[in-house]
């Protein structure tokens, strides 16, 4: 054999197994709730890794409309980016579904074993410890939270405030419409208002009368998002949209190379903290410069 048939075959058998390996890699439509820079990054990340060709829509472009328009290319999988991409395209029952940037496993349909992915939840514990550590003097944290979504997360918190000598002042509603008067209800009885993933408290009216009740009262508002760290808030755990694009790759590769692997739903693995120092010094709160000088200052 000559050196030149040698290495066509070489070549031959390389071109063979990149087209095996694309063969069921396959295409992923990518709806993004929103055009904006995490969306980006996650979509980026799942690039990344997932192996696979990727169609990125914005659920913008065309709402009401998006289910046909993602059908309509035939793909192998769906990832939503967003809790509002997710929220319309959950219908979706004959296709692998996943998710990223969506802010806890609460949203997922019961029985779906079509849906797979990595939520924004971060443990009441990690929380904790990073709401102590940026606002050591808040013994009293209100949470307001809807009971069918938080009970779990709520109690645990109450247990991982307790074991720090610190108390939730905790309130529950049952619509969007109950948040208003029960943050309202907090007045003058907690240090610190802790917003947290819940999807019957986070709709934009109850986020800006929680901002509002911060300002007027003095009130530090901790949240798990770093757009509402920027809109007011002094302090955020928040997670790393890269990451998560390229952990629900590894979740999707893993249910092309085994079907009955799924569904797969996973926790953000990594979170950092970001602050508002702008916001810190309106409200009369002192962070300890150590902790500006190392965190992400959104303020900066």
Known sequence: MTKRTALFIVTFQCLLLCACALSWAGEVV??????IRPYNEAVAGFKAFCGCEVQELTLTEDRNDIVRRVLAGNPDAVLAIGLDAFEKLKTIRDLPLLYAMVPSSQYIPAGRANISGVSMYVSPERNMAAI????PHANRIGVVYDPRNSEQFVREAGQ?????????????????????PSVEGLKGKIDLLWMIPDATVINPEAVKYMLLFSFQNRVPLFTFSKKYVEMGAVAGLTVFPYDMGVHAGEIYRRLMQD????????????????????????????????????LEDVSR
């Open 259 to 294: 079907s009955d692997a799924g569904p797969l739903r996973m926790d953000s693995r990594k979170s950092s903290m970001v602050i508002n120092s702008r916001i810190a010094r309106k409200l009369g709160i002192k962070i300890r410069e150590e902790l500006v000088n190392r």
């Open 160 to 180: 991982a405030a307790q074991a720090r000598g610190v108390e939730i002042v905790a309130r529950k509603v049952a619509r969007p419409a109950d948040v208003p």
């Open 30 to 35: 990518v709806v993004k709730s929103l055009d």
């Open 132 to 135: 102590l550590d940026v606002l």
